[in-house]
């Protein structure tokens, strides 16, 4: 198999990371393989499943041209600072230019320890890889940014946790892994160069069309990204669950699949992760987060353009500049929330007198705890005169009586917006899947997983998920949220 590599962070000076090779793993098999993905970056999804496909997969043979290295990173990790994460169990094989121009990260996870595992084993067990794999390429299918995965496969060796687990390796694809955390951790160490040179390394990569060496250019840029990706996170109920700022990716796509889940019923103080004692990555708090990683950033920037200025008044308009900018932050994620929001009732272009509908929706869920996915899937049935859309029947999900009133209201609107019916329901097709990745089913395909090797459920929820706005009878039960016994309470980041 020869891939094209062209690695650039590995190009950086050596201070940016360690140069590692993956420790070899027993017995290893290929589970799953992005077969569109391998081959939008040069790979044969056939070799990806020959055995010598799962030697390389589990790190257990390098492909010529990749220079695997750890990358280092700090964060702020459930507000507390940590001044050396770094990859513990990760490493980075090189980079590959997609045949579109895209520049993508081939990581793996799971692959062994590095200088920064600490106390862990740098190893994963087969269930989180599994549920990466599963949420990755579910958050893809509905259009939110996101890292994705190329393959997993099986190690042979068991990993010890609370108790022995099955060990596997993921391939995580990435449009970089530059982290909140990478700025931070060297704006610790005061290393001003650093930070100027990541500052172009990240615009190069990410932000082209701006000019380079502006601290203040990529801060409003990837607050904009911010802004965009926490709304649709928000619109569709999904809550990651581990928004330290070492799970931020300058590129703004989603990363860190550990503790995360997609609301059932609708409550803004809905709380997964079974670290989060406090409640404070809670689906409410996900845009006020946001901003507060947002302004770990600028506080980072500013390192750098302190040591540069040559005079106060220029670190001063920086400050300014910077605060500015973390102050038009809710601002920013308001605009995006409301304009998902009014395509999401089909109403078109955001207007300010959609806003108290959109709240009283909300607290009409709220009080009658209602399905947050299926409640919009249920409008369009409503809405509808014709068959196509009445794909979710009474008996799936029926609005409570006290939406009534509600959606007299939402009609009258519909009534003045600029869409006819049909233009509505369409738009309302697009933007409201009705198969998620519900933590009860993804439970349920993990534990047949590991439990008993048997990868049937794994492989048919991935392509329920692939297509999540398209009701199809065959699999009404995905669909479904949790009856009362199915309900998973918390998750856990498994590592
Ligand atoms: P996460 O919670 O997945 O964002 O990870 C936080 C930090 O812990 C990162 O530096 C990881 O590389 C590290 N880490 C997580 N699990 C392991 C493990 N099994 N072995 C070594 N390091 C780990
Ligand atoms: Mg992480």
Redesign the pocket.
């Known amino acids: 198999m020869n891939i094209n590599f062209d690695n650039t962070y590995a190009a950086l000076p050596s201070r940016f990371y360690s140069p590692r090779e993956p420790e070899p793993v027993s017995a290893p098999q290929t589970i799953k393989v992005n077969d569109e993905l391998a081959r939008r970056l040069g790979f044969d999804p056939r070799w990806l499943r020959s055995e010598q496909g799962a030697q390389f997969i589990v790190g257990n043979q390098l492909l010529e041209g990749s220079e695997p290295i750890a990358m280092v990173y700090a964060g702020h990790q459930f507000g507390n600072w940590v001044p050396r994460?770094?990859?513990?169990?990760?490493l980075l094989l090189g980079e590959v230019v997609a045949d579109d121009g895209q520049r993508f990260d081939i990581q793996l996870k799971g692959s062994g320890r590095t200088p920064?595992?600490?106390s862990?084993?740098?190893?994963a067990p087969l269930g989180p890889v599994l549920r990466e794999y599963l949420v990755a390429e579910a958050m893809a299918a509905l259009g939110v940014p996101t890292t994705r995965a190329l393959a997993a496969a099986s190690t042979g060796d068991t990993v010890l946790r609370e108790r022995a687990l099955p060990g596997a390796v993921l391939v995580r694809v990435a449009k970089s892994h530059i982290r909140i955390g990478t700025f931070e951790y060297f704006a610790s160490q005061g290393d001003a160069k650093a930070i100027a040179l990541l500052l172009n390394h990240t615009m190069d990569r990410h932000y082209p069309e701006l000019q380079r060496e502006s601290f203040i250019a990529l801060l409003d840029a990837f607050a904009d990204r911010l802004a965009e990706l926490v709304a649709r996170w928000q619109l569709l109920g999904f809550i990651h669950g581990?928004m330290?700022t070492?799970?931020m990716l300058l590129s703004g796509e989603t990363v860190?699949y550990?503790p995360c889940a997609f609301m059932n019923e609708y409550d803004p103080e809905t709380v997964f992760s079974s670290i989060d004692r406090y409640g404070r990555y809670a689906y409410g708090n996900q845009p006020a987060i946001a901003q507060w990683n947002l302004s770990r950033l600028a506080q980072s920037l500013l390192v750098a353009v302190g040591a540069e200025a040559d005079s106060d008044e220029a670190k001063d308009i920086f400050l300014n500049e910077a605060q500015a900018v973390v102050d038009a932050f809710p601002d920013r994620f308001r605009k995006a929330y409301r304009k998902g929001m009014a395509r999401k009732l089909g109403l078109g272009p955001y207007r300010d007198e959609y806003w108290p509908l959109i709240e009283d929706l909300l607290g009409v869920m709220a009080d009658t705890r209602s399905d947050y996915t299926l409640t919009f899937r249920r409008l369009m049935a409503q809405l509808s005169t014709e068959t196509e859309h009445e794909d979710l029947a009474e008996e799936l999900f029926s609005l409570d009586q006290a939406f009534d009133p509600w959606l007299a209201r939402l009609k009258a609107h519909l009534d003045d917006a600029p869409l006819d019916l049909h233009e509505s329901l369409e738009m309302m097709a697009a933007e409201n899947p009705v198969f998620i990745p519900r933590n009860y089913l993804v439970e349920e395909a993990l534990q047949e997983a590991a439990e008993h090797q048997d990868y049937t459920a794994f492989h048919e929820l991935h392509d329920v998920l692939s297509e999540p706005f398209t009701y199809r009878s065959a699999h009404h039960r995905f669909a479904l949220p949790p009856e009362p016994d199915q309900c998973v309470g918390a998750t856990f980041?498994g590592?």
């Not at 994460?85 to 990760?90: F, H, V, Y």
């Not at 862990?120 to 190893?123: M, S, V």
């Open positions: 994460l770094g990859d513990g169990r990760a920064y595992s600490r862990g084993d740098g190893r581990v330290n070492d799970n860190d550990g980041c590592t």
